[in-house]
């Protein structure tokens, strides 16, 4: 399984952006996939996930809650991250990934097993 995350970059306070995360293999549709984040000298932190089949039902942390929104296409094994408002404080690399552990919380990082190598996003004040 390889994860390829897109779509950060520079913008400025109250700016948008859209990351993508394309995905390879057969059974993506099946998956819960997971957005998490990481800036210089902090843990890794819960962004999103939205879970597989045909639920799509979308879980946000407390920094995301409200701004962000989490969406999927099955047909393009696709998970994207819609940002808005952003805010210098959501500076980070941020990952997409592939949950196969279900005997966890859908926002802890250790139900994941398959990562994307992640993409910048970076805001100014």
């Known amino acids: 399984v390889q994860l390829q995350a897109s779509g950060g970059g520079l913008v400025q306070a109250g700016d948008s952006l859209r990351l993508s995360c394309v995905v390879s293999?057969?059974?993506?549709?099946?998956?819960?996939m997971g957005w998490f984040r990481q800036a210089p000298g902090k843990e890794r932190e819960f962004v999103g996930a939205?879970?597989?089949?045909?639920?799509?039902?979308?879980y946000y942390g407390d920094s995301a809650q409200g701004r962000f929104t989490i969406a999927r296409d099955n047909a393009k094994n696709t998970v994207y991250l819609q940002m808005n408002s952003l805010k210098p404080e959501d500076t980070a690399v941020y990952h997409c990934?592939?949950?196969?552990?279900?005997?966890?919380?859908?926002?802890?990082?250790?139900?994941?097993?398959?990562w994307g190598q992640g993409t910048q996003v970076t805001v100014s004040s």
């Open positions: 990934a592939v949950r196969n552990g279900y005997n966890g919380h859908i926002y802890d990082s250790r139900q994941y097993l398959y």
């Open positions: 293999g057969r059974t993506f549709a099946l998956h819960d």
């Open positions: 939205i879970t597989g089949g045909e639920t799509k039902s979308p």
